[in-house]
């Protein structure tokens, strides 16, 4: 056998596997021997069957059989020994006179390479990174917000300003039936709240679900349908009044804040407040770092320049699903895929370049903090280490769950090099800000 590689310009290459019956008889003459000793036809004893009708019978097939093993094989070990870094998978040239009854075989295959580039990360101020923080008026919120989850509701003859309704919305036209409850200063505008204000258990009333509430995401909640219905949704409900309840908030005291933090970390109304901005900002940071990375990548992609065999590729992508697709079919999934193609390849670069590693010690404790997380916000915050060890141990065996965790992790580990070895252009903003020029 003789494999040689041919280039035919600096992104393809052919790779061409000349295959002599030396190669394949020895291995095709076992398979047939073990044939003769289980068959089983009639007229002959089993393991007596002349050869010669075994090989009649399933010769040419065991050779094929044999010999495509064979490529797979060679073509594998040249590909690891040449160190060729090669984007999807060798495609098989099509010879319209190929013979199987020769005794000698020539195949050829297509290979599309990895391109040579450099990454750039020495430009100043071209990514912008935020620094959310939590203004006293988002922390004022989430104060009212915790006194009035803590507070004591008590039930109302009729409907205020700050009180809580329950109803049942119904519309048949609309295939509406829904009991769900809202604050009546969520309610938008003066006419909506004027028709609720007053009412008492057992009334009926009809509101319009078109700008009933402030918060556009509101209404599907409420209504219990999709979002884009709720979007466009134009009609009249009949509202059946059922409960009005008012909460009064909750004092802002010890009893209060030894339900909320039970190790005594909080005693005033001044830590209470420190506490609240300290974990939201956690949280802002991790949206932050998430958008960040999302920035580099852009960045990364936008001047990374670099040519793929793109015609290759489109060859590739048209045999490499469950469906074939069509020339048209395969360019358009190209073009879809060829942004996230070209980050692979420089964030590949980036790991080898600068010797960052993912070993499986790291993906298990990774995965095991990760755990540890869920667990605790069901209560349990002190599992034992051999519990951790056997639900991270199932987790790593689901080959999805698997590759997600692993792509996190070496996402922190990229998002870590790139704050240590880049230069960013940071911004102070408020979370509501961030939301507004970021997202749009």
């Known amino acids: 056998m003789n494999i040689t590689k041919e280039n035919v310009d600096a992104l393809n290459a052919v790779v061409k596997v000349d295959i002599v019956a030396d190669d394949y008889q020895e291995k095709v003459a076992k398979v047939l021997t073990d044939y003769r000793k289980k068959a089983d036809i009639p007229g002959f004893r089993k393991g007596h069957v002349p ?91 989430e104060v009212k917000n915790i006194q009035t989850r803590y507070g004591k509701m008590s039930a109302l003859e009729t409907a205020t300003a700050d009180a809580n309704v329950t109803a049942t919305f119904v519309n048949e036209d609309a295939n509406i039936n829904k009991k769900s409850s809202f604050l009546v200063s969520d309610l938008k505008g003066k006419t909506n709240e004027k028709k609720v204000v007053g009412v008492a258990v057992g009334d009926v009333i009809e509101l319009s679900t078109k700008k009933l509430f402030q918060d556009e995401n509101k209404l599907q909640h409420i209504l219990g349908i999709d979002k884009e219905v ?88 048209a045999t490499a699903g469950e469906k074939e697709l069509t020339t048209e079919e395969a360019a358009a999934e190209y073009e879809k895929s060829e942004k996230g193609l070209r980050y692979q390849l420089i964030e590949s670069k980036i790991m080898k370049d600068n010797d960052i590693k993912l070993d499986y010690k790291e993906l298990v404790d990774y995965a095991k903090g990760f755990i540890r997380q869920q667990m605790a916000q069901f209560g349990n915050m002190n599992p034992e280490e051999k519990e951790l060890d056997d639900i991270a141990g199932r987790i790593l065996q689901n080959q999805d769950e698997a590759q997600k965790l692993q792509g996190q992790l070496i996402s922190q580990k990229l998002l870590a090099f790139f704050k240590e070895n880049m230069n960013f252009k940071t911004k102070e903003v408020t979370y509501e800000a961030f939301i507004k020029e970021v997202y749009k």
């Open 51 to 141: 050869m010669g009708m075994i090989k009649k019978q399933y010769g040419q097939s065991v050779m094929i059989d044999e010999v495509n093993k064979l490529i797979q094989d060679s073509l594998n070990k040249f590909l690891t020994e040449e160190k060729l870094d090669i984007l999807g998978n060798p495609l098989p040239r099509i010879n319209e006179d190929f013979n199987w009854d020769a005794d000698t075989f020539s195949f050829e295959f297509e290979l599309g390479l990895a391109p040579e580039f450099k990454v750039d990360l020495s430009a100043k101020n071209k990514v912008k990174q935020y620094n959310i923080v939590a203004t006293d008026e988002l922390i004022d919120e």
């Open 230 to 317: 709720a979007n466009s949704l134009d009609v009249k409900v009949t509202v059946t009044i059922q409960e009005i309840t008012k909460t009064e908030p909750a004092d802002l005291d010890k009893e209060l804040f030894d339900k909320l933090f039970t190790d005594g970390s909080v005693t005033t109304v001044t830590q209470l407040r420190e506490k609240i901005k300290e974990d939201a900002e956690k949280q802002f940071a991790q949206q932050g770092d998430q958008q960040l990375l999302n920035a580099v990548q852009e960045y990364l992609i936008e001047n990374t320049k670099f040519d793929l065999p793109a015609e290759f590729l489109k060859k590739w992508l």
